[in-house]
């Protein structure tokens, strides 16, 4: 059908194509059950002339609109009218120039930038997309919502759920969520249900729960929360006086994050509003490094939206043969059958992508620099120096050109991983609490030291 209106929904496969309104909630295209896209119809849309003009919003403190990260760029993400459109805040992130953080992953001073998403409301990125997504089941008219998680997208959902008054029922893996991300669940309201299994089983349960009794779905599979995180690239450059980095480097996982970041800087290159294109690096954990294997090792490639299926086929298949579940410290992106591989293939070929995957004790030392210079993150953001630290070593980044790193969860997500990795001594950089008797000289010699 044709689609008329400023947005509609459109199926990645190009053998389907097939398009939808926006006013119907859909998480895989009817016909052929791949993926949908949010595509615009830009001439219907009134899209500033140049990015900067963005900037005016700012000084609307008191419009909630203006002053989400999100929704001041509403233009680029206009599939709803504002009356539906849902904010808490989301998007009050800063970039942080970093030289300390630089100098550990061998990057010229001045050069690496981190976008700290930890500063949204329930700590992590996810909040981007829920702003979007949750303005979609309004429009929608949904009562309840579920989503699988890892820890990140529960807490996120949970809170914006009760700040819209939907219901909503979080599945999560049999003890693989951080418990920093568990508390947050329960204490926003959400059902929260534990699934004996991974997020894999989680991801197939949840899909099949949402279509039986009509929930709202709003893991990334949902075309609309990625549209919200897209607003994750407009801020870096923002950040960066409005012009593009050369390298944007993102944890793996689920694969929205650069499944929407990609399709961010095709839309804004399609307008005029930027000149290039950065690239991007995908990192993974190696305990979970699907997309690593099938992009590096297996050659598998966008291909004009005709992605080799046998070739993920095969692979899952093999997963499947050795029961293998994913195993990393960095529990949000423990993840073995991204759901969005994909869209992530095409962020790669928009991107000149790489894909690289980074060992735990990797994860957790970057972590500890991060935590000891920067801002401090969970697990899974930790994984961008490290395979920045890689990429250096290999030369593929080059050590003066500006690169902006995607941290995208609060350190307090994952507590347990950074006490064990002081108390316990695990990496070179372990900063132990020291023992000392109640005695005052004692602690002032210590002091001394």
């Known amino acids: 059908m044709s689609m008329t209106g400023a947005a509609y929904q459109k199926c990645i496969n190009p053998d389907c194509g097939a398009e939808f309104d926006c006013g119907q909630a859909m998480f895989k295209c009817p016909q052929c059950g791949e993926l ?44 709803c009218e504002d009356k539906y459109k849902v904010t808490i805040g989301e998007g ?22 981190l976008q700290y998403e930890g500063l949204n409301p329930s700590g992590s990125f996810k909040d981007n997309g829920m702003a979007a997504a949750f303005s979609h089941a309004k429009m929608v008219g949904a009562a309840s919502s579920a989503c699988a998680s890892t820890g990140n997208t529960s807490a996120s959902v949970a809170l914006y759920a009760h700040s819209c008054g939907v219901k909503c029922t979080v599945f999560i893996g049999s003890g693989r969520i951080a418990f920093g991300k568990l508390s947050q669940s329960m204490d926003y309201g959400a059902q929260t249900i534990q699934i004996l299994g991974d997020f894999d089983d989680c991801m197939r349960q949840v899909q099949d729960v949402c279509t039986k009794l009509g ?53 804004l290159k399609q307008l005029g509003l930027i000149e290039r294109i950065p690239r991007m690096a995908i990192i993974n954990a190696t305990g979970a490094d699907t997309l690593t294997d099938l992009v590096n090792n297996k050659k598998l490639t966008w291909n004009d939206g005709k992605v080799d299926q046998t070739i993920i086929d095969e692979y899952y298949a093999d997963l499947t043969a050795r029961n293998f579940s994913p195993h990393t410290c960095a529990s949000a992106i423990e993840i073995s059958r991204p759901v969005n591989l994909k869209k992530c293939l095409r962020s790669i070929e928009i991107c000149d992508g790489v894909v690289r995957a980074v060992t735990d004790e990797e994860i957790v030392d970057a972590k500890a620099i991060i935590g000891k210079y920067g801002l401090g993150c969970e697990p899974a953001s930790a994984v961008t120096i490290a395979g920045l630290k890689h990429l250096r070593a290999e030369n593929i980044i080059g050590g003066d050109e500006r690169i902006a790193c995607v941290l995208t969860g609060h350190p307090l997500k994952d507590p347990n991983v950074t006490v064990n990795y002081h108390k316990e001594k695990q990496g070179q950089f372990n900063n132990p609490p020291i023992e000392a008797p109640n005695d005052l000289d004692a602690i002032i010699k210590l002091i001394k030291n």
Request: charged share 25%; net charge neutral.
């Open 215 to 267: 929930l709202y779905l709003l893991n990334s599979l949902n075309p609309f929360r990625l549209e919200g995180q897209k607003a994750i690239m407009y801020r870096i450059i923002e950040g960066l006086g409005w012009t593009t980095p050369d390298w944007i480097v993102v944890p793996g996982g689920n694969l929205g994050n650069s499944s929407a970041f990609g399709k961010a800087f095709y839309e």
């Open 36 to 79: 949908l896209d949010i595509r615009y119809n830009w001439d219907k849309i009134e899209v500033p002339g140049k990015l900067s003009d963005f900037a005016k919003r700012w000084a609307n403190k008191d419009r909630p609109l203006d002053f989400s990260g999100v929704w001041r760029f509403r233009e680029l993400l206009s599939f």
């Open 92 to 113: 009050q992130t800063i970039l942080q120039q970093n030289d300390a953080v630089a100098e550990y992953a061998e990057v010229n001073p001045g050069r690496l930038y």
